[in-house]
């Protein structure tokens, strides 16, 4: 599985951005995706995640509220709403991919190259 994440810029703090990450492979349903994040200086960290028929999703208790992870099969996307965004979500967004929706970075086997986000105050 290839993963390309995309949708990342600038914005004001309030504001929103939806970040889309589109994969290539076999299968793309049978996986669970999820977003991490990484700010600088800082370990990477879990942001959402969402099972492959979208029955459970999960949250940072960070971005709860706020963020909303979706997919679309058909299109091989998964897809991050960001709302009410903050300062403290600038970071460069990952998405990946693996067997089970968990917060655990291990979890994931496929990694997309990243988006920055970045929200100024």
């Known amino acids: 599985v290839q993963l390309q994440a995309s949708g990342g810029g600038l914005v004001q703090a309030g504001g929103s951005l939806r970040l889309s990450c589109a994969a290539s492979g076999r299968s793309f349903s049978s996986y669970a995706l999820a977003w991490f994040r990484q700010a600088p200086g800082k370990e990477r960290e879990f942001a959402a995640a969402i099972s492959g028929s979208s029955s459970s999703t999960h949250y940072a208790d960070s971005v709860k509220g706020r963020f909303t992870i979706s997919r679309d099969n058909a299109k091989n996307t998964v897809y991050l709403k960001m709302n009410s965004l903050k300062p403290e979500d600038t970071a460069v967004y990952y998405c990946?991919?693996?067997?089970?929706?968990?917060?655990?970075?291990?979890?994931?086997?496929?990694w997309g190259q990243g988006t920055q986000v970045t929200v100024s105050s």
């Open positions: 990946a991919a693996g067997r089970y929706p968990y917060r655990a970075r291990v979890s994931y086997d496929y």
